[in-house]
């Protein structure tokens, strides 16, 4: 939905409705689509779900993997029910077929399910007959670029399989809550243990991460981190000073560290507000620098969405903010603002919009895009990146976490002027799942927050915008706003994208960039 921040009564049920003003649809000759597989999703288990469809204001699929097309002109949505789940550009199904269930939907169904199956079944067969791919990428991997596949063992093997290069993408991760650097091999994750470390080696790391540069790495004792992370460890050795992918080096499986110590890294100072005073705040109204990795994203020159700063070139959003919109010379990021309509703030124009390909407008489902600026943002304690979670981090129910920006202070209103915010705590998927909630529609890819009673909320025109947790006087990005029924409704908090779920898409996008980048440079020189 496009959420926003909203504090009422918790008795009250008034409705939301998306009242801001729709924004014009594109010259689809102009558009860029970007849509982009990601086939390593973290595994979380969480109840059986199903995939929803919305009540259609679109009317076609985006295009499909890998290829490149323009989107269908969005129409305008209808006028969401108080208790239909919502996002900015398209509302879903009312929360009394959300109540149903399943069995007595597919029963009522069942001729078109057949008919729907039979279908698939022809498709796939004329598929697997005709291209001679059909099911040939079970327990392979498949190559984002085209519909080739390679043997599992391939990926991150150290040599390049698919034409796009995407089996070496993604071979390297920060997990655990001390950032340790694992490396793939083999088709195992490992840890980097200390020996043999050096900053070149930290280099490479970082721009597989995605990062043009790189801070520092450091170590700490093995037997400190989490217990799974002890397991399959590495040493990693290179004597030349250049910068080249950690799949690449002379690597040493070890079942354990000569020097007890493993390897962490830092690619970007991030998470700190050096600008901020805590106490000129009050009420909800945030003061300059308490969210300094907050932005406001106008298209056509109006505020349609929120954002997370990740890098001086990245910005962190909502699919559903982007989906249909995807022309980056209509889009503009504003940062350092606490207030619209934007006096004194750094504008910057969009590059490049990247949204999962797996998102689709009906569905609810990998509700993320990355936006890449034309420029770099230049941090001044006003203007600082969130950071990322790492692999594995878990934040447990109950932390107290804050949302932020310029949505509708009410259900039925308009756009804020001031930047507001709210302290919710995180749900478990458990409870977030319970009938008289969400009703089993929260998935692995989701985490709520809010209060189950009512009166705190984000609402439409946050969409996109930053879930923020505080860790170790660190502030991470544990979700992206997504969707919701209603705004500040008794049973129906707060439903955000979970970054954790993402964070290999994330990185693999960041870090083909960064590839792109560095192939260019070195082309120019």
């Keep these: 939905m496009t959420k926003s921040f909203v504090e009422i009564n918790p008795s009250s049920n008034a409705p939301a409705v998306d009242t801001s003003p729709e924004p014009k649809a594109e010259d689809p000759s102009r558009i860029e689509v970007v849509s982009v597989t990601e086939e390593d999703l973290p595994t979380v288990e969480t109840p059986n779900t199903l995939n929803v469809s919305p009540l259609g204001s679109f009317t076609a699929d985006p295009p499909s993997e890998n290829t490149s ?3 269908v002109e969005p129409q305008s949505p209808a006028a969401p029910s108080p208790t ?3 996002t900015k550009v398209q509302p879903f199904l009312p929360e009394d077929d959300l109540q149903k269930s399943w069995k007595d939907k597919l029963l009522a169904r069942r001729v078109e399910l057949l008919m729907a199956s039979c279908l698939i079944l022809v498709v796939t067969l004329a598929l697997s007959i005709g291209l001679g791919v ?3 990428c079970v327990g392979r991997f ?3 670029s085209s519909s080739q596949c390679v043997s599992a063992s391939a990926q991150c093997d150290g040599e390049v399989h698919c034409d796009g290069g995407e089996d070496e993408l993604g071979c390297v991760r920060l997990s655990g809550r001390s950032s340790v650097l694992q490396v793939q091999r083999g088709g195992v994750w490992r840890t980097v243990c200390s020996e043999d470390w050096n900053n070149w080696l930290g280099v490479s790391a970082c721009r597989q991460l995605g990062y043009s540069r790189y801070v520092e790495s450091f170590f700490v004792s093995l037997t400190s981190i989490e217990q799974e992370l002890q397991q399959n460890l590495v040493s990693i050795s290179l004597n030349q000073s250049q910068i080249i992918k950690l799949q690449n080096t ?6 354990e560290c000569s020097s007890g110590r493993v390897t962490t890294v830092k690619c970007l100072e991030c998470g700190s507000r050096p600008q ?3 106490r000129i705040v009050g009420g909800n109204l945030s003061g300059p620098g308490q969210f300094p990795w907050q932005v406001s994203l106008h298209y056509s020159s109006e505020h349609l969405c929120g954002g997370s700063i990740i890098t001086s070139r990245w910005i962190l959003t909502a699919a559903h903010c982007v989906y249909g919109f995807s022309d980056p010379t209509m889009w503009a990021v504003h940062v350092g603002l606490t207030e619209q309509p934007v006096h004194g703030a750094q504008s910057l124009a969009v590059e490049r919009i990247v949204y999962h390909s797996h998102y689709r407008p009906k569905g609810l489902d990998f509700d993320i895009a990355l936006m890449k600026l034309t420029r770099p943002l230049v941090f001044n304690g006003l203007v600082e990146p969130i950071c990322l979670p790492n692999h594995g981090e878990e934040f447990a129910a109950g932390t107290m976490c804050w949302i932020s920006g310029w949505g509708a202070t009410e259900g039925d209103g308009e756009t804020s002027v001031v930047l507001r915010s709210a302290v919710v705590p995180l ?5 977030c799942n319970q009938p008289e909630v969400y009703h089993g529609l929260i998935s692995s890819g989701m985490i709520c927050a809010g209060y189950l009673e009512g009166g705190t909320d984000s609402c439409q025109g946050d969409s996109g915008g930053p879930l923020a947790c ?3 006087a660190l502030w991470k990005l544990v979700g992206a706003t997504s969707w919701g029924i209603g705004c500040a409704v008794r049973n129906k908090p707060g439903v955000y994208t979970r970054i954790t779920q993402s964070l290999s898409w994330i990185r693999q996008q960041m870090e083909r960039e960064e590839a792109h980048m560095s192939s260019a440079s070195s082309t120019d020189n």
Excluded: F, H, V, W
């Excluded at 002379?250 to 079942?255: A, D, G, R």
């Excluded at 749900?427 to 409870?431: A, I, K, M, N």
């Design 134 to 136: 059909g099911l040939s």
């Design 142 to 144: 498949r190559c984002g």
């Design 427 to 431: 749900l478990s998927t458990q409870t």
């Design 84 to 86: 239909m789940p919502i």
């Design 276 to 278: 901020y005073n805590t």
């Design 250 to 255: 002379t690597t040493l499986s070890k079942t």
């Design 470 to 472: 505080e860790d170790s």
């Design 69 to 71: 097309a323009k989107p």
